[in-house]
């Protein structure tokens, strides 16, 4: 088992930067990808990004390319994700995620095994 925590959400205005991070514990010896995903009120959780163990692959949405970076310190256990130029219609809870799939289907939240209990984003216009 692994249990995620995350951290960092809050408010901020549009254009606005916030630092997201997600600490795990437990079974953190394995190799897993680890991704964040959020969800606004309504609609279904959607990808934004996901990081290969080593660090060396990291994916995007499109919709975030070039304005968030995910990284993590496995050293520390911890996954982070830097969010720039952040839009109101960004506004959810952002979830930290892992699994032991290695597969091209990281976008699927069907494929991780793990979840946090998720951090609110606000973006205000």
């Known amino acids: 088992q692994v249990q995620l925590v995350e951290s960092g959400g809050g408010l901020v205005q549009a254009g606005g930067s916030l630092r997201l991070s997600c600490v795990a514990s437990?079974?953190?010896?394995?190799?897993?990808?680890m991704g964040w995903f959020r969800q606004a009120p309504g609609k279904e959780r959607e990808f934004v990004a996901a990081i290969s163990w080593s660090g060396g692959n990291t994916y995007y949405a499109d919709s975030v390319k070039g304005r968030f970076t995910i990284s993590r310190d496995n050293a520390n256990n911890a996954l982070f994700l830097q969010m720039n130029s952040l839009k109101p219609e960004e506004t959810a809870i952002y979830y930290c995620?892992?699994?032991?799939?290695?597969?091209?289907?990281?976008?699927?939240?069907?494929?991780?095994?793990?979840w946090g209990q998720g951090t609110q984003v606000t973006v205000s216009s």
């Open positions: 995620a892992a699994t032991y799939y290695s597969g091209i289907y990281y976008r699927r939240p069907t494929n991780y095994d793990y």
């Open positions: 437990g079974r953190t010896g394995s190799r897993y990808l």
